[in-house]
């Protein structure tokens, strides 16, 4: 039986109400002797190491890369560190040019969506890490806050000149910071005793862009056709199949169980996302459950205390119940948004029977709970995902025959 969040207030309630100071985080291994979390993971996902997208906005690079690295593994393929920085290279060019086609009117930053990743792999191809790894600029870790920067002032340089027409050599130059700072893209390279450019590279694996679709779900789109989800990151204009609520969960739960992974592009600001807990969820109070005595202590706690309360996140409780007008409110209110793009590389339920997804993040091991994971609940997932690419193959027949 769930346990009750009722419980769990009746020990915070006096804490909270003397509103005692924060007290500093407990390092990762004691947070996760203390916390009440027990993750059982229930299926699991072929996936690759985890890796550190650091000082950049790059989730979407990394975190589409270890998708597609995941499902090399799955097609019977060999365990490979593709390159982030490639496709970052190639992205943000594509971006740039958009930017200055559009006048300045688009997104031109270090973020960008799961579909850049699709159209780099066919346009250019890709590379192992090793071939590229797309640090020229003095440091050991990807730091981007210098370089975005600098495309952003040069491009809109270029479009701001009082020449009142492009130059010649504006690419050139877009190029030449490009090289600068991540590196030339090479022509031809030799990997494991093999030469390949980065197109033979890419045809050499046992994996095809077209087999994938990224599906979403909103009610500001009919449902069982294609739409362009209307985020900032977007500029490629991706377009997504847009399908019921229960439909995109079940969808992501029966490609875990049929031994797929599952590209997750979510909002992780909630405050029920801890990453030193390693945890995503989405609490609310049950007051149903609650006594007289308990309801009343809680109508009188002012609203901090209460997400005091709710947020002390020290073992399984009462979740939001997540519908799809709940979903679609926080979206048309800029309270979901397009954050972060991680992997699903597991289902997993924790010790009350509470269903979870295991998320493969791009933020390092160093010091984590869970290596580099975290568990996110069916609630939180629900709630606060944008989009998720699947492999075609894996999903139910009925939907396969809608797209």
């Known amino acids: 039986m769930k346990k009750s969040i009722a419980t769990l207030f ?107 990743v699709l159209i780099c792999w066919r346009n250019h191809g890709i590379v192992p890490t090793e071939v590229y790894g797309g640090i020229e600029y003095g440091e050991q870790l990807h730091r981007h806050g210098e370089l975005d920067a600098v495309i952003k002032g040069y491009c809109d340089a270029v479009i701001e000149n009082a020449n009142r027409k492009l130059s010649t050599a504006w690419l050139e130059g877009l190029d030449a910071i490009l090289d600068a700072y991540l590196g030339e893209v090479p022509e031809t390279f030799t990997y494991n005793g093999v030469e390949y450019t980065p197109r033979s590279f890419a045809d050499s694996l046992p994996i095809s862009m077209d087999d994938y679709v990224s599906l979403t779900s909103f009610t500001h789109h009919p449902f069982y056709e294609w739409m362009v989800i209307e985020v ?40 029920g996302f801890d990453w030193r807990k390693g945890l995503a969820v989405v609490p609310e109070a049950d007051v149903t459950r609650m006594d007289d005595s308990e309801l009343s202590r809680w109508v009188a706690l002012s609203e901090a205390e209460k997400n005091a309360a709710l947020y002390n996140l020290d073992g399984p409780g009462t979740e939001r119940t997540i519908t799809q007008e709940v979903r679609q409110t926080a979206f048309d209110n800029w309270e979901t948004t397009d954050d972060h793009g991680m992997e699903l590389t597991a289902t997993a339920t924790d010790q009350n029977g509470n269903k979870y997804f295991k998320v493969k993040n791009s933020w390092g091991t160093d010091g984590h709970i869970y290596d580099g994971y975290f568990y996110a609940s069916h609630p939180y997932i629900a709630y606060k995902t944008i989009c998720v690419l699947i492999n075609r193959e894996v999903l139910p027949k009925e939907l396969q025959k809608k797209l």
């Open 232 to 271: 900032p990151d977007n500029t490629v204009w991706g377009r997504s199949f847009n399908v019921p609520l229960d439909e995109m969960m079940g969808a992501m739960t029966g490609a875990i169980e049929a031994g797929y992974p599952v590209l997750w592009s979510a909002d992780v600001s909630e405050r």
């Open 10 to 116: 009746c020990t915070l309630f006096a804490a909270a109400v003397v509103a005692q100071p924060t007290q500093p985080t407990p390092p990762a291994q004691a947070t996760a002797q203390a916390e009440g979390y027990v993750f059982t993971d229930t299926k699991t996902v072929p996936a690759t190491s985890v890796k550190n997208q650091a000082s950049s906005g790059t989730c979407w690079s990394f975190s589409g890369l270890a998708f597609f690295e995941s499902e090399i593994l799955v097609a019977g393929g060999p365990e490979l560190d593709l390159s982030p920085m490639f496709v970052v290279r190639n992205a943000y060019r594509d971006r740039a040019v958009k930017y200055v086609r559009m006048h300045g009117t688009s997104s031109l930053s270090g973020g960008a969506a799961a579909e850049d």
